[in-house]
């Protein structure tokens, strides 16, 4: 599991998070991902684009 304060950015588009862009955990790898990196939600738990 990454820290919030580990990721400045989207390790999967690397977009910088901000007001605006949240951040989200991929429930499979733990990776700090935006909203559109992580749009997937296989049983019910957010994973990013990778994962899925």
């Given at each position: ?39 997937h939600r ?9 994962c899925y």
């Amino acid at each position: 599991w990454v820290p919030d304060d580990a990721a400045a950015a989207c390790k999967v588009c690397s977009a910088e998070f901000g007001f605006i862009r949240r951040r989200h955990h991929c429930r499979m790898c733990g990776n700090v991902v935006c909203n559109s990196c992580s749009g997937h939600r296989p049983r019910g738990k957010r994973v990013c684009s990778q994962c899925y």
